[in-house]
């Protein structure tokens, strides 16, 4: 597995620079590191070290499956960075909010499948990070929430749009009205969560998760993402014929054809 460590945080005892990202490529997985301390605040530092790391997983080639994890016990991440919001001003908070939009919804991409291991806290932008991802792996330990409101703000990299199609409006506005926290727990009952583990396990099961999706055919994971998506924003009737058009393509592009003669020949399929 290879390893980077992208964009500068604060300096380490001894002088050096700590990395606010670090990533890890491994053929058709990479793992994103988030290790900004103290809590892992969304500021530049860790906006530019994604944005890096998406970039090197581009460069490279090949990888299908992306965990996001943080090295900081007791957080995966809190929110955005405070400082930088309570010093800029209108325009350069606009900057700021369109480039955190911006890294997380490269994550929400269907290119790749994306999978949030949470142990601590996420909050805010932390959670809207985790939302972006396909899938959540959640510690016992992991408590969700969005407090925007006692800022006087709302959740504004995502969290209206992606927290109501996972959890229902009511939920929803109960857990942003209230600015609560969701305990892991609540947080697998309601669906924020895909998969509860134990404490201080999740990137280990998020690893194990992905182990599951690989050697399958991804245009096919990616297709049923695209149609269970389209079955949140369509009518019945067009998301069936949605569906129809996804398994067509799958036929035409020769990946269904593979893994039906694979199966038939008791072999594994070779997929593109």
Known sequence: MTSTATTTGPSAAAGAPVPAVAHEIDGDLQVITLQRPKANALGEPIIDGINAALDAADAAGGVKYVVVASALPGFFAAGADIKLMAEADAEGFLAYGNRLRGALDRLASADRITVAAVDGLALGGGLELAMACTLRVGGADASFGLPEVR????PGAG????????????????????ARQVPAEEAHVIGLVDRLVPAGTALQHALELV???????????????????????????????????QEQELFETGEAAEGIAAFVGKRAPRFG
Do not use: C, H, K, N
Request: proline share 5%.
């Open 159 to 178: 969290g209206t749009q992606r927290l109501p199609r996972l959890v229902g409006r009511g939920r929803a506005l109960d857990i942003m009205l209230t």
């Open 151 to 154: 800022l006087g703000l709302i």
């Open 211 to 245: 182990a599951g999706l690989r050697g399958m055919s991804l245009p096919a994971q990616q297709a049923v993402i695209r149609t269970v998506d389209a079955a949140a924003d369509l009518p019945l009737e067009q998301g069936l014929a949605f569906e129809v058009t």
